[in-house]
């Protein structure tokens, strides 16, 4: 095997995809070699046995992720725009270039060490997107801290169970953000947080807005104290399988997850699909709007695109301000080329007509992408119709925060295959999906539907849950021996073509936040008038999945039904976040259960979708008028 000249132009890109999947050492050993700088090579390129949750890449190598991502790139081009800012208010975006951005992070990361931070330690980024917030990523990158982006939209104590499961001694924010218009109070939060969060000795606050903010002994001025700081700054060399970062993510159990992503495995999962899944050029503008705080932020807005030496938008603002025609006008003004959003604000921006499409030019789109949740047909061709002029590619591309990259999109080898709307279709190089009958069996035929599970280790994928091994193992090893489990459904054509049909566990995913319903219910079960709940998500048109819950009050209670609903809402966008809030509150006097106690939330989610023939076996339940009760409710309030 011609290995220097790596693979490209041996094998046809179809062949490739073969190869990948049965000799997958070789084919990442020569990949990794390629398209990564080391500074020692690696001796095994891969030491895992997916039964025990061990999965280990390129061991032996050492190498530093952001001087893959900016020193290798300012070596041969320095001047080429790495970050395309597109702040909220339009017209004002800020480019940074390789070598400025590479100066950023060295000033940052030497500030870090200068407070500190070291090897080993977690530091926390509550930032919106933002050029600071991506070389804050990359500074600990280079001075081997991790890091743990939180979403910027969560509330206090969201960030704080966050900080505090990651041990975080470090915390990087701005004073406010800017989103849509509307100013929120970052710092305020984080101030907030803290406060339950003892391991946290310093935060560095950015400045997005001119509003100064109270600064206490712990706070850092950050822009201010990084001009003082060097240009150059030593990049820490990491081991392969050293930690990158933490993640968190809902499980189906009330605690979020902190999923471990390390080096080499994953910087090369997110570079590789980020070139091939949407046929990325050089010189092309990618233009991915997903929050940083979210995977996709981290392999497509940041990591992917850089280390392929690209040129990145990172969108502060939201789908529909100032107007419905924000993306497409931002397309036209950075002249993108490939766009990569979220189904539901697809769904969005549908209803409010073609005519804010049509406004602006999009002639320079080559790809569009699709990521986060199931993409209906309607959604589909109008992406493709409308916002692609019928002549873009859409790629609907489906992963995991636990996946690290793409898993499995229309187009990973082969550039001109066939596309049918919806579907995800083809796996991506080095992944086998394999789908599972109930029993645990692998389902060969096709026109079959089972749980998706991936039947070996690929370079990307999360390595454990940040202080629960075992629990990574409980979730993605053990449901299926030998396999990981997605924890989603999937159906596979007879053509072999993958349909994603959504979760099988009690995760919903509400405008492509994935949370978990046991998340909901924890805080709607704090409310003092509130005896017990269940949580389940209802189909809804634009986000997806909507948030039913069905609350029955303590009977000792003398608040009023009328009086909880906006509590309840409270206490869900203050614990968790809005988007998070019930769509409907349905009071019942009691829950369906079996006799050993647990909710049958097969039932509640069938009377929510009204399909109340196909309640399936009810024996095991306790006391079966509850569930005429439920019905009789649920049609009065919709
Ligand atoms: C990248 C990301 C993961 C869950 C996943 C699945 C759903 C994501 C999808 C999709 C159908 C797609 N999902 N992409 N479902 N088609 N193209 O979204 O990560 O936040 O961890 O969510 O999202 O249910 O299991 P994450």
């Known amino acids: 095997m011609p290995e220097a000249a790596g693979f490209e132009g041996v094998l046809d890109r179809a062949g490739l995809q073969d190869f990948s999947v049965t000799n997958i050492e070789s084919f990442w050993a020569v990949v990794a070699r390629q398209r990564l700088s080391w500074i020692s090579p690696f001796h095994t390129a891969q030491d895992c046995d997916l039964s025990r949750g061990q999965i280990r890449w390129f061991e032996g190598g050492k190498l530093n992720v952001s001087v893959n991502c900016l020193d290798r790139h300012v070596h041969t081009c320095p001047e ?65 801290a991790a890091h743990n982006v939180v979403f910027a939209g969560f509330s206090a104590e969201a960030l704080a169970e966050r900080i505090r499961d990651a041990q975080s001694n470090t915390v990087i924010t701005v004073n406010q953000g800017v989103r849509g218009g509307k100013v929120t109070e970052l710092k305020k939060t984080v101030d907030a947080a803290v406060q339950g969060c003892p391991t946290v000795q310093q935060v ?17 001025a950050m822009e201010e104290e990084m001009l003082k700081e060097d240009v150059v700054c030593e990049p820490t060399a990491m081991d392969s399988e050293d930690v990158l970062f933490l993640l968190y993510t809902s499980g189906s159990t009330g605690k979020p997850k902190g999923l471990v992503h390390t080096q080499a495995g994953y910087l090369l999962y997110a570079a590789l699909t980020h070139r091939y899944v949407f046929s990325y050029h050089d010189g092309d503008v990618f233009g991915c709007v997903a929050d940083i705080g979210w995977i996709t932020g981290h392999s497509y807005s940041v990591y992917g695109p850089l280390a392929n030496g690209g040129t990145t938008v990172l969108f502060e603002s939201t789908p529909i301000y100032p107007d419905p025609g924000r993306y ?55 992406y493709h119709r409308v916002v692609g002029d019928g002549r873009c590619p859409v790629v609907d591309t489906w992963w995991q925060t636990e996946t690290g990259g793409i898993c499995i999109a229309p187009r990973p080898s082969d550039p001109d295959a066939e596309i049918v709307p919806g579907m995800a279709m083809r796996p991506f190089f080095g992944i086998k999906p394999v789908l599972m009958d109930s029993k645990g069996k692998v389902v060969t035929s096709n026109d079959t539907s089972g749980a998706l599970c991936i039947a070996q280790p690929w370079p990307g994928m999360a390595r454990t849950i940040h202080n629960d091994h075992q629990r990574f193992i409980e979730t993605y090893c053990q449901p299926n021996p030998g396999y990981f489990f997605t924890g989603d459904g999937a159906h596979r054509s007879k053509d072999g073509y993958y ?28 409310c003092s008038a509130v005896a017990e709940s269940a949580v389940i998500g209802y189909s809804h048109p634009i986000k997806g999945q909507g948030v039913y819950t069905f609350v029955v009050l303590k009977t000792d209670t003398d608040i009023q039904e009328a009086d909880v609903c906006p509590q309840l809402n409270n206490m869900v966008s203050k614990k968790i976040a809005k988007y998070a809030c019930p769509d409907y509150i349905q009071f019942v006097q009691r829950l369906p259960k079996t006799r050993s106690g647990k909710i049958m939330r097969r039932v509640l989610r069938k009377v929510v979708e009204r399909d109340l023939d196909e309640l399936g076996d009810l024996s095991t339940l306790d006391d079966p008028a509850a569930v005429q009760e439920i019905i009789q409710g649920h049609r009065d309030l919709c």
């Not at 560095?204 to 706070?219: G, K, Q």
């Open 499 to 526: 349909q994603i049909t959504g979760r099988l566990d009690d995760v919903i995913n509400v405008s492509g936040h994935r949370i978990g319903t046991a998340e909901i219910e924890d805080i709607v079960n704090q």
């Open 204 to 220: 560095f606050v950015a400045m997005r807005t001119e509003n100064p903010v109270v600064m206490t002994a712990r706070d850092v």
């Open 80 to 144: 080429r725009v790495a970050l395309i800012w597109e702040r909220d208010e339009p017209g004002s975006e800020v480019k940074v270039t390789y070598s400025q951005l590479l100066e950023m992070t060295c000033r940052l990361g030497n500030l870090l060490r200068r407070h500190g931070v070291k090897k080993g330690d977690t530091v926390t980024i509550y930032m919106p997107p933002c050029p600071l917030a991506v070389a804050s990523m990359l500074a600990c990158a280079r001075i081997g």
């Open 328 to 382: 497409w006008e931002t397309v036209q003004r950075l002249k993108i080329n490939q766009f990569y959003g979220a189904p539901t604000a697809i769904r969005l921006l549908l209803k409010y007509g073609d005519q804010w499409v049509h406004k602006y030019d999009r002639s320079t789109l080559k790809t569009l992408g699709s990521v986060g949740e199931p993409i209906n047909t309607e959604a589909w061709e109008w």
